[in-house]
């Protein structure tokens, strides 16, 4: 009984989480295989870490990076953000990498709602050389050092 009973409360917070639907996101169906597998911890709020890799015309590196410092210094103030990073690659100038973590999928929601990420979005489009590699990760453990 008392299984069935965190199984029921881990579906209501996973359907809660995704909208009210549970079918509709890779999120909530690791959220849902957690809750599965351990359901006495079942997440809440995994962090979130986002790999971003975009490519830019050689002709346009200065006016993306430019671009950046509005966007890189709005995300860090947003409040689920933890850390927002850029990097250029030093072997070929037109290869950047964002290293973005967040606090839950609901802080990278947010995020990607904001007017600054939709207003970065439009000047990617203008400078990128083609598509960019987005991965977003699942925290499965904290680790203390």
């Known amino acids: 009984m ?3 009973i965190i199984v029921l409360i881990c579906t209501a917070v996973i359907i809660d989480s995704c909208g009210g639907n549970s079918q509709s996101s890779s999120c909530c ?3 849902e295989k957690a809750c599965c597998m351990e359901a006495a911890s079942c997440p809440v709020n995994v962090k979130k870490i986002i790999s971003a890799q975009v490519f ?5 590196v200065d006016a993306f990076i430019a671009s950046t410092k509005d966007l890189i210094e709005k ?4 409040a689920g953000c933890v ?3 850029l990097y250029q690659d030093p072997q070929d100038k037109t290869r950047f990498l964002f290293f973005e973590e967040w606090k839950n999928q609901e802080a990278v929601d947010f995020h990607f ?3 600054h990420f939709k207003k970065f979005g439009d000047v990617l489009n203008e400078c990128a050389s083609k598509a960019a590699v ?3 990760f699942d925290s499965i453990a904290e680790t203390k050092v």
């Open 56 to 60: 830019i015309k050689s002709d346009k």
């Open 2 to 4: 008392k299984t069935r």
């Open 75 to 78: 995300s860090r103030a947003e």
């Open 113 to 115: 709602s904001t007017e």
């Open 83 to 85: 850390s927002y990073s």
């Open 29 to 31: 169906e690791t959220a």
């Open 134 to 136: 987005i991965t977003i």
